[in-house]
């Protein structure tokens, strides 16, 4: 496993104020998770209050990223940080923009389950969408896991799995596009069960984006635009 060992300061308040920005990071990951889990279910269960929770609990989420933003820009002006510290900084500005981006999607899970208040509406898309669910909700645990760990060769086995989450995605895709066809008058529930695939997939997405910044701030290698192979080649053990 790989390590990141934060420069030691003279300061004392200083590593505190890093610990206090990673432990507000992790928590609104765990912020985070618990929507897309209740979001998830909402749409799944067709439960319209749980659905209306989760659309309406955005702003918690929201408000963390403000806070943190904040703290980061007050570490940015008053601290001068440099070498991994920086790039903790800058890890957390990027993590959290892509947290809040998972909020959303969560949030249209839950507005969608509103919607859906009939328990046979979802129907015949409940096993996929439950399966592509887990897939998603288990990446952003992990990813969030490998940040919290710093662990590059977990970061990049996890953002692997984004294969996975696209071809689950794809086949649901096909199958409500071929459904439209043979009845056009389901357009409306089609296209929204396919927004909330989408979600899903957009989900599995900045679940990757954390894991590449796991790698950019232990190895300081921006991977963004790196194929996964090279990647897996130069960072993946075994």
């Not at 294969?163 to 199958?175: A, F, G, I, K, W």
Request: a negative charge; aromatic letters at 6%.
């Amino acid at each position: 496993m790989d390590k990141l060992h934060l420069d030691q300061h003279i300061s004392g308040q200083f590593n505190l104020e890093l610990e206090e920005i990673r432990n507000k990071v992790l928590s609104m990951g765990g912020l985070v998770e618990a929507q897309v889990s209740n979001g998830l279910i909402a749409l799944l269960e067709s439960d319209g209050d749980l659905g209306s929770t989760v659309s309406q609990s955005d702003f918690e989420i929201n408000a963390l990223e403000v806070e943190i933003d904040e703290d980061c820009i007050q570490v940015l002006a008053r601290r001068q940080p440099a070498a991994s510290d920086l790039r903790l900084i800058v890890a957390v500005i990027k993590v959290i923009t892509d947290l809040e981006r998972i909020g959303d999607e969560a949030e249209k899970l839950g507005r969608f389950a509103v919607e859906f208040t009939q328990p046979g509406e979802v129907g015949d898309y409940r096993k996929d969408l439950r399966h592509l669910g887990e897939l998603v909700k288990t990446m952003l645990h992990d990813s969030l896991d490998a940040f919290a760990r710093m662990d590059v060769d977990a970061a990049v086995r996890i953002a692997g799995r984004d294969d996975d989450v696209n071809r689950e995605y794809r086949t649901l895709e096909r199958l409500l596009a071929s459904h439209l066809v043979e009845d056009p008058r389901q357009a409306s529930k089609l296209f929204k069960i396919t927004w909330c695939a989408r979600a899903l997939e957009r989900i599995g997405d900045h679940s990757v984006n954390i894991c590449e910044y796991v790698v950019y701030l232990v190895k300081g290698r921006d991977i963004r635009h790196t194929s996964f192979d090279q990647v897996k080649s130069e960072f993946l053990k075994g």
